[in-house]
């Protein structure tokens, strides 16, 4: 027997140690973790195979998350996308509501740190609504 396809997560930190954090967290969660450093990575990789999940960090050196939001809804994204940030509370919660706005399934946020069990819960609370 097959064993069912994982969905894919997509997400993009610029912290290499965070990175791999949300990706064993995804892994655990039972997901398909691809982790992008950068904007180009990120926009290639989603359009390499789209994902059914993208987990985003606002504050990127040379670009914004809410460049992200906006490609992502240029897209027509509409599989949830998780805000992971260390901005202050108020900054997470604007992106949120415009992410919101922008028509996207926004997931979240949650702010850095985060604890392990927080992202493994959020995730796996995600997860059904993923698996066709």
């Known amino acids: 027997m097959t064993q069912p396809a994982?969905?894919?997560?997509?997400l993009i930190d610029d912290e290499p140690a965070l990175a791999a954090f949300l990706a064993d967290a995804a892994k655990l969660s039972g997901y398909d973790p691809v982790v992008t450093v950068d904007d180009?990575?990120?926009?290639?990789?989603?359009?390499d195979e789209r994902p059914q999940m993208v987990a985003?960090?606002?504050?990127?050196?040379?670009m914004d998350g809410v460049e992200l939001?906006?490609?992502?809804?240029a897209e027509h994204y509409d599989a949830p996308v998780?805000?992971?940030s260390g901005f202050d509370r108020r900054v997470l919660e604007s992106a949120f509501r415009l992410g919101e706005a922008l028509g996207l399934t926004m997931a979240g946020p949650l702010e850095k740190p985060t604890r392990l069990e927080?992202?493994?819960t959020l995730l796996t609370n995600l997860k059904p609504s993923l698996v066709p």
């Open 6 to 10: 994982k969905p894919k997560l997509l």
């Open 40 to 47: 180009s990575e990120f926009r290639r990789s989603f359009h």
């Open 56 to 62: 985003i960090d606002l504050g990127m050196p040379g």
């Open 69 to 73: 939001l906006r490609f992502l809804a």
């Open 82 to 84: 998780l805000i992971i």
């Open 118 to 120: 927080e992202i493994e």
